[in-house]
């Protein structure tokens, strides 16, 4: 079982910029894929940003302004964003895969509002 939490969410302006932690409580060295998603209201959850045996995806939406990263020693997963819009408003999610499993975080709520 992996235990990941989500920290770093709030309100910010447009053209703000925002943080996201994962706490994994677990070595993040060997994981499969670590990654963030996001679900708005009365959207599906949406693939942000992940890394897969060490390759980053992004979605189009979020390309050169979001960026994935992991510290091994702080086993914690990272979002950056930059230049945020209103549409990048959302519950973000941590996501992990150890090939055996893939687990979830409790969530984040990141609102981008003048």
């Known amino acids: 079982q992996v235990q990941l939490v989500e920290s770093g969410g709030g309100l910010v302006q447009p053209g703000g910029s925002l943080r996201l932690s994962c706490a994994t409580f677990r070595s993040i060295f060997n994981l499969r894929a670590m990654g963030w998603y996001r679900q708005a209201p009365g959207k599906e959850r949406e693939l942000v940003a992940r890394i897969t045996l060490g390759y980053s995806n992004y979605a189009d939406s979020v390309k050169g302004r979001f960026t994935i990263s992991g510290d091994n020693a702080k086993n914690t997963v990272y979002l950056q964003m930059n230049s945020l819009k209103p549409e990048d408003t959302a519950v973000y999610y941590c996501?992990?895969?150890?090939?055996?499993?893939?687990?979830w975080g409790q969530g984040t709520q990141v609102t981008v509002s003048s």
């Open positions: 996501n992990v895969d150890d090939y055996y499993s893939q687990y």
